[in-house]
């Protein structure tokens, strides 16, 4: 995107930014139920966000997906423009590509924010992984030194035969593992609490929901 590209977005809507960017993890072991359950979250996900009259357009979604390699499938785009992708599963699991992507990719955005003069929330970094992290020391300190400066809040979750011990090192808040394959309560729960975010002042603390509901195990 272009600078006057990026001038002519933020002009037509003023409104501050509430960035999340999605880390998934589809490598060949989410093929099947996994995948397909993953798609339907985000389905439940971006009608929930652009149904709420505030969050749409403040709320902006980016996703970056990992599995032999990392990629952007989605830059980041106000939850009224967010389409879902159809995610499919194959390949080894580069979860550090996929961690370090992300918060590069979070890092650029802010720059156009505060380029443009547009107020914004505490960005989020949200990782799905049913995987383990190879080496994990550069990214748990990565993701450490973000936390301290309230740059991101980090948020790792484990679908089932994650690796928690794998989660623990790379997460400074505790990580959280799904139940079963219960994708749309999870994002039902990311979504009211991005809403939720969106409807405060920036730089205002906000109490989130920790009721997480039966998609959480721990």
């Given amino acids: 995107m272009s600078a006057l590209e990026e001038s002519v977005e933020f002009a037509i809507n003023t409104q501050p930014r509430c960035a999340c960017v999605l880390i998934l993890d589809t ?20 009608d929930e966000l652009a ?3 505030v969050a749409c357009k403040r709320v902006e979604v980016a996703i970056v997906e990992f599995n032999t390699h990392a990629r952007v499938v989605q830059d980041f785009v106000t939850a009224e423009e967010f389409v879902p992708p159809v995610l499919t599963a194959n390949g080894t699991t580069d979860m550090a590509g ?4 992300a918060l590069d990719l979070l890092q650029q955005r802010k720059r156009q924010y505060a380029s443009n003069g547009v107020p914004y929330y505490r960005p989020w970094a949200f990782l799905i992984t049913d995987g383990e992290i190879s080496n994990p020391q550069k990214v748990a300190q990565r993701v450490s030194e973000e936390e301290s400066k309230k740059a ?28 079963e394959l219960k994708f749309a ?15 405060s002042v920036p730089g205002n603390m906000v109490a989130l929901d920790n009721n997480t509901g039966s998609w959480e195990l721990v």
Wanted: charged letters at 20%; proline letters at 1%.
């Fill in 98 to 101: 996929g961690v370090n992507q």
């Fill in 51 to 53: 149904n709420d009259e």
């Fill in 27 to 46: 490598s060949g072991s989410m093929v099947g139920n996994r995948i397909d359950a993953l798609n339907a979250g985000l389905r439940v996900f971006g």
């Fill in 185 to 199: 309560e999870l994002f039902l729960w990311l979504s009211a609490s991005l809403k939720a975010v969106s409807q």
């Fill in 152 to 179: 991101v809040t980090f948020f790792a979750v484990g679908v089932a035969g994650a690796r928690e011990e794998s989660l623990k090192s790379i997460s400074v808040r505790p990580h959280k593992m799904l139940s």
